[in-house]
């Protein structure tokens, strides 16, 4: 009862301003994150790469660009909390207004630009984290960094982070950063990789490739195979997409489900050894029953959190439990030990 009162102020104020009152309430009040937020319940974690989500949605990256409130997001009942993206340098983004909402399709336009704080400030922020769900951290490079330059760029970011996060997401995927997506390339992305994995040190750290949904399916499988080469351990799937009869920027929300939905299904059938993150207007239980469905495993939200509030996390925990009852199974773990057509014959009256 309480977000719709207060959706209502909020979606009266242009949606930059409103995402900023959020993270500000947010960040001085994390007791109100406990207040009205949901309770993990251990039948519904998830193991994904050296991780344990105690939920199967976690909370993607973009909401709390620069690690101010994660005590706040800890508390919701996330499965997992997500910041960035983070650069090396402060960044303002591009010009205002660059945020747009479309309240009837529930989707959301954004031009940001990776703005944020840069790497010195958000650092010491890391540490105030609770510890209780896994730590993602999104990692871009600057605007007017080349890409040459940006695999040092990236790997400073790492060797930086590397202690405090549980996780690394590459982004590369943006649209919004001028000739950033160019870099979803297999030469750029082989040198890239190859310097991660020489970085890292005793921690292995899980790291993540985020996508674009706009690529075409051969090269999302290009990618895939590289990542899996690499030994990443998966891929997140996916970033916003270019809607050019809109504007500038990417569209999140359930304007992007049929196009990120396609990439992840195609992600899957390849059979790598990879974990994939879904995301990309994952909006309601069926949304995530239908991953399973095609072999995934756990998603984040963003947009929907934002017109849903945070009961959409009691209706995802509801319906999730209200399965694991139905069909008479202890747990995810279990369920997610069964073979693909065997859960593929579960879910079916799901979908």
Not at 139 to 159: W, Y
Not at 185 to 206: G, I, P, Q, V
Not at 277 to 289: A, C, M, R, T, Y
């Amino acid at each position: 009862m309480f977000y719709p009162i207060l959706k209502t102020l909020l979606f009266s104020l242009p949606p930059e301003k409103a995402h900023d009152l959020t993270l500000q309430v947010a960040r001085l009040s994390p007791t109100l994150g406990h207040l009205t937020g949901t309770k993990l319940d251990s039948r519904l974690s998830v193991q994904i790469g050296a991780n344990k989500w105690g939920f199967p949605v976690g909370l993607a990256a973009g909401l709390d660009k620069n690690a101010e409130a994660l005590p706040f997001f800890a508390a919701q009942g996330f499965g997992c909390v997500e910041c960035g993206t983070v650069t090396m340098k402060p960044q303002l983004g591009n010009p205002r207004p660059r945020m747009f909402r479309y309240p009837e399709e529930q989707s959301i336009r954004n031009a940001m630009g990776f703005p944020n704080h840069g790497l010195l400030a958000i650092l010491p922020r890391l540490k105030f984290h609770p510890g209780t769900i896994p730590l993602g951290v999104n990692i871009g490079k600057n605007k007017d960094t080349t890409a040459d330059e940006s695999i040092d760029e990236l790997c400073l970011l790492f060797e930086s982070m590397e202690y405090l996060v549980d996780y690394f997401v590459i982004n590369v995927s943006s649209p919004n950063t001028p000739g950033l997506r160019e870099l979803q390339e297999k030469s750029y992305l082989s040198e890239l990789f190859k310097a991660l994995n020489e970085c890292r040190r005793d921690t292995h750290r899980d790291v993540y490739l985020k996508i674009a949904p706009d690529l075409p399916i051969e090269k999302v499988r290009e990618l895939a195979k590289l990542a899996s080469d690499f030994k990443l351990t998966g891929l997140i799937a996916t970033n916003t997409t270019i809607i050019p009869e809109l504007g500038i920027g990417g569209v999140s929300g359930v304007l992007l489900r049929d196009k990120s939905r396609l990439v992840r299904q195609s992600i899957l059938q390849e059979g790598l050894p990879l974990e994939l993150i879904g995301v990309g207007g994952i909006s309601e239980p069926k949304d995530l029953f239908e991953f399973w469905y095609h072999g995934g495993k756990v998603a984040q939200i963003y947009t929907a959190y934002v017109y849903q509030g945070p009961h959409i996390l009691k209706t995802f925990k509801k319906a999730l439990l209200d399965f694991l009852s139905s069909e008479g199974l202890s747990d995810l773990e279990n369920f997610f030990k069964l073979s693909l057509p065997e859960r593929q014959r579960i879910l079916k009256p799901y979908l």
